[in-house]
């Protein structure tokens, strides 16, 4: 199973829903799993809100620094995109998620 972390039900700010994510990190490293998918919406102006955004950014600090593999977001996860090949390489249940060609902006796909 993939872990999957809602971020955003009590409409946390952003860096309160960044320092969350720093948590589900350490969490999900310690407990051995391969991916973690972070529901953590795309905003109520309809343009992709600021914890969106936040996290996303934070999450690319985390890869560039190595502390995560891959990072998908929703709106890429796709049989057709390369990033997400390898993310199936490295965590097969990712073929089985819901959110697979679901083009969600909602979410982000985290390999560890």
């Known amino acids: 199973m993939i872990r999957t972390v809602n971020i955003k039900q009590d409409r946390p700010t952003a860096d ?6 720093n948590m589900i990190l350490n969490l ?3 407990q051995g799993d391969k991916a973690i998918k ?3 919406g795309y905003g109520s102006t309809g343009q992709g809100g600021v ?12 890869k560039n620094r190595g502390r995560v593999r891959l990072i998908l977001p929703g709106e890429e996860f796709s ?3 390369p990033v997400a090949l390898q993310a199936f390489a490295c965590c097969p ?7 697979l060609e ?5 979410i982000t796909v985290v390999v560890l």
């Open 28 to 30: 999900a490293k310690s």
């Open 16 to 21: 309160a829903a960044v320092r969350r994510v």
């Open 38 to 40: 972070i529901v953590h």
């Open 51 to 62: 914890i969106r955004t936040h996290v996303r950014r934070y999450l690319q600090e985390q």
């Open 102 to 106: 679901r083009c969600n902006p909602g």
């Open 93 to 99: 249940e990712l073929r089985r998620d819901a959110d």
């Open 79 to 81: 049989i057709f995109n």
